[in-house]
């Protein structure tokens, strides 16, 4: 058998199967998994990767980031530079980015947008979301843009003053086009007008100095997730489209989202996020409070559990990170007034870790269901089955080695992301990258980065909500 590379001696970890195998690379692509495979291989200069007492998984899928978004009165800090090379190095080589129209911009004005940001940079392979701003301007892109290879949109339910707001007419019609077209609407789920009646209510001198950067928390209660998601599900019920909801970060979302499919809505998906499983509101009493400041926020422990309940019984199908960096220096920008804060957090370099640390060796998920949430579900539901999530003949050659109990302490001087801290700073974590492969190639090797810029390719994506 000819491959260029074989790796050896570990424990291939599919999301449907655990064996010792060896799995034989040939270009970009898996060419056999198997035992005995090393033994078979002919073909000069073959690159043996030892493997004995490791690990190998697909290489993580993180659905969800924003790469050098333009928000809050700034510009994220991870580009598609540092941002695909912290990917590799926490094992992720799939990233799907937002591309979001400003201003009068049509769909495919944000695709070249973002188009540029990554071509030519990128480490790792990536693809893209489409946010519809405009429905009644944006709809009749719809086709084209799902022909060019992007089935996926996102509308927000918040962010008036962005100009990205969606109201319940356009997400009911959104859906109706989703079902339509064969594309899956994703929405970022939070009922605007409570919420900022809650903002405007404690927006006042006295709380914040009180409260501080608690203030995140205070006024945005389960109850603001809950309702809109239950609103959006609704939708969805009626409509029949595809509905994806995001960075879900309540327990009541997630009985919802249980809910909605014990009745028989298998259109409905929901993802959650690393740091909703492994952060809570605690942190915004902190002297560093504000820099843990996202949309929506970390919520209670009770949250937490019910999250991990809900990975665990199939409620929640993925888990992303919303990456969305920014450096001290752009948090500072609140100065006491919590809502002038940059919302976003590096997340990256550290999911697989975090997963796999507070899940795996905590024993709130098993291997399999940890490549199933970060590496097989994603790739399914998104439309990269054919060629992302599982070690597989046939599929791209991306593989992440991890060793099962080796920890790394967090240190973001020592991290591939342009963060100067991280939410996750001094926490000794297992399941970093010992080895990443994107497309058959080598891009992280003994925990050090070692890929190239460009290296990542655009994925154009099939029917997307396929489980």
Avoid at 6 to 27: F, L, P, Q
Avoid at 33 to 41: E, F, S, T, Y
Avoid at 77 to 88: C, E, I, V
Avoid at 257 to 279: D, M, P, S, W
Wanted: aromatic share 8%; net charge positive; proline share 3%.
């Amino acid at each position: 058998m000819r491959c260029d590379t074989i790796i050896t001696g570990g424990t291939v970890v599919n999301a449907n199967k655990t064996e010792k195998a060896d799995v034989a690379i040939r270009g970009e692509k898996i060419a056999a998994v198997g035992k005995g495979l090393a033994k078979r291989v002919t073909g000069d200069g073959v690159r043996v990767i030892d493997a004995a007492g490791c690990y190998v998984i697909p290489g993580g899928v993180d659905v969800h980031v924003h790469l050098a978004l333009p928000f809050c009165g700034t510009t994220s800090s991870d580009d598609y530079n540092s941002g695909t090379r912290a990917a590799a190095r926490g094992g992720v080589t799939t990233v799907i980015d937002f591309a979001i129209p400003y201003g009068d911009d049509t769909l495919r004005q944000a695709v070249d947008n973002w188009t540029a940001k990554a071509d030519g940079i990128a480490c790792v392979d990536y693809a893209f979301h489409l946010a519809i701003t405009n429905w009644d301007k944006q709809k009749k892109e719809l086709s084209r843009m799902i022909e060019l290879g992007i089935p996926t949109f996102k509308q927000f339910m918040i962010y008036e003053a962005e100009g990205w707001q969606s109201d319940d007419a356009a997400m009911f019609q959104a859906l109706e086009a989703m079902r339509d077209l064969g594309g899956m609407l994703m929405v970022h789920a939070e009922s605007s007008r409570v919420l900022d009646e809650l903002i405007a209510r404690h927006h006042n001198k006295k709380e914040m100095k009180q409260h501080g950067a608690y203030m995140h928390a205070i006024t945005r209660p389960n109850f603001i997730e809950a309702e809109a998601i239950r609103r959006a599900v609704t939708w969805a019920e009626a409509t029949g489209g595809k509905l994806y909801v995001v960075h879900m970060s309540t327990g009541e979302g997630a009985d919802i989202i249980a809910c909605a499919r014990r009745h028989g809505a298998k259109n409905v998906f929901a993802e959650t996020c690393a740091q909703y499983l492994a952060l809570d509101d605690s942190v915004f009493k902190g002297k560093d409070g504000h820099l843990y400041a996202t949309c929506p926020q970390v919520k209670k422990p009770a949250d937490q559990a019910r999250l991990w309940s809900a990975l665990k019984d199939g409620t929640v199908c993925t888990i992303a990170t919303d990456t969305c960096t920014f450096t001290r220096k752009q948090k500072a920008a609140w100065k006491g007034d919590w809502t002038k804060i940059p919302m976003g957090m590096p997340g990256l370099e550290t999911m697989l870790p975090v997963v796999y640390s507070e899940g795996v060796l905590k024993k709130r998920l098993t291997m399999r269901q940890f490549v199933d949430k970060c590496c097989r579900a994603p790739a399914k539901i998104m439309g990269l089955g054919h060629r992302k999530g599982a070690i597989k003949r046939g599929l791209d050659a991306d593989i992440a080695i991890i060793h099962p109990s080796k920890k790394i302490k967090v240190d973001w001087r020592k991290m591939e992301t342009n963060a100067d801290w991280s939410p996750y700073q001094g926490r000794s974590l297992a399941g970093f990258a010992r080895t990443t492969l994107s497309r058959g190639r080598v891009v992280v090797d003994k925990y050090k980065f070692c890929g190239e810029n460009g290296w990542g390719e655009f994925l154009p994506r099939k029917t997307p909500g396929q489980v």
